[in-house]
């Protein structure tokens, strides 16, 4: 029993009152499967236990145990995270929410859901497909993560371009708060202005602030069927110009995304999917206007892709073609970890200047000899250069954590934000202190501090409470 010292040990002891034995785990050989994310550069520590939480009481009796030992404790969804934010804390409770999985009411006549953190993404799309209802917040992880997890970072996702992020569809949660207290914030109605937005602070906030119990979300109509346009371009810089010429053009794509090249043959070589990689990069396009509205969408944007310097620019009369595309695009990340360990970036810059950002990707990996492959939500200038480093090369980890520290800055310098969606966690806490000022900073320390006075939830994670 690593990682357990007096303390953790009484925790533990309490928590097995409230929760059977078999789902507070100790051993450490299981724990570790449950103890980090997908961010396998950050550190991890060794947990004094896992508990598979399967309801908003034990969670609370859990929260309670580790409040009177002064034990730390980490939130966990699917651990599909990017930033480290689901990283155990030495000696700390992991609280996995997956057993917390029931979607709790789907109601048409208000167009919301209720349903509990570890459902997963998909699952709640799919339930509410059946009420002709659209959860939009899509993820390229939603076949596995989960909702709990979405609302902790805010995910945004593929479809975000046009239709938001996670913070524009939740309304309300349930939580367990860091004194142990079950509290409701938000609320059911259409509109609602009662008091703080606490809601809005909590989405977002990486396990700092409590554990997600219960979460309300607005749900929309479907949406009509797509119009897929798809693009391949020569350089990462045409692309760019493209984006910024769709921007430009006024329209209002419901997906576009960047592929590169790397991607596209790293999702063949595992897949055999028949990709054309003859193309550096692709860019996908939807609109989901309907009617002719949507026709004329399409071909508006052909158009920009082809004055932009794409080498062939189509609107697709495949939609299986299509889907096969964007199936590619979320399989990227995946299919470049086979190849070694992936240093996820996840800058955003405004639309107007992701020409002159992938530029700068490109001279930052030339000078520091490393391989970055890209993918991006690229109409929401939301870039994910993704540095590949050889397992066990320590000097090409070196250079990087260079590269990857050099892009951050030339975000900012250019006006954008050092995370976009994936969120801070443990990776991007300089990154952080390079965006924010010192002000803002410890704005951000006082509500930690008001809210977690002991500093257990998820600790270190975002800044020093
Ligand atoms: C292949 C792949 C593609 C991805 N694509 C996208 C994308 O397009 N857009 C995007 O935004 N992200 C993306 N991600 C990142 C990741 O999937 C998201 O950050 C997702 O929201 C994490 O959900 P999770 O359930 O896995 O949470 P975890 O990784 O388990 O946890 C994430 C954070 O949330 C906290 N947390 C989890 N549950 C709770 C809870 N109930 N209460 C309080 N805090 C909690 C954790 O402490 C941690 O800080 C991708 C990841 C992968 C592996």
Known sequence: MGGMGLSARDAVEQIRRAVPSERVLVDPEVMAGLSQDQAVWAPVGLPAAVVRVASTAEVQAVVQACIRYGVPIVPRGAGTGLSGGANAVDGCV????????????????????????????????AAVADYGLWYPPDPASSPWSTIGGNVATNAGGVCCAKYGVT???????????????????????????????????????EGTLGVVTEITVKLRPLPPNPITVAAYFDTLSDAGAAIEAVAAAGLT?????????????????????????DAQVVLL??????????????????????????????????????????????????????????LTEDVCVPKGRVAEMLGRIEEIALSNEVTIANIAHAGDGNLHPLLITPLGDEAARARAQNAFEQILAAALELGGTVTGEHGIGLLKRPGLDAELSMEVLQMHRAIKRALDPANLFNPGKIFDA
Not at 302 to 311: D, E, K, L, N, Y
């Open 285 to 342: 396009g939807r609109v989901d206007e309907p009617g002719e509205a949507g026709a004329a969408a399409a071909e508006e944007m052909a158009g920009c892709f082809r004055r932009a310097g794409a080498t062939w620019a189509e609107r697709s009369t495949d939609e299986d073609e299509a889907e096969a595309l964007f199936a590619a695009r979320r399989l990227a990340f995946p299919a470049l970890e086979r190849l070694g360990p992936v």
């Open 167 to 205: 913070r524009d569809y939740v309304i309300g949660l349930e939580l367990v708060n860091p004194l142990g207290e079950v509290v409701r914030v938000g609320r059911r109605t259409a509109k609602g202005v009662a008091g703080y937005d606490l809601v809005g602070l909590m989405v977002g906030s």
């Open 94 to 125: 992991v609280v996995s929410t997956e057993r917390m999985n029931t979607i709790v009411e789907v109601d048409a006549l208000e167009r919301l859901a209720v349903v509990q953190p570890g459902v997963v993404n998909d699952d709640l799309r």
């Open 253 to 277: 794509p419901s997906a576009l995304e960047l592929v590169d090249r790397h991607c596209l043959a790293a999702v063949d070589a595992w897949k055999n999917m028949g990709l054309s990689t």
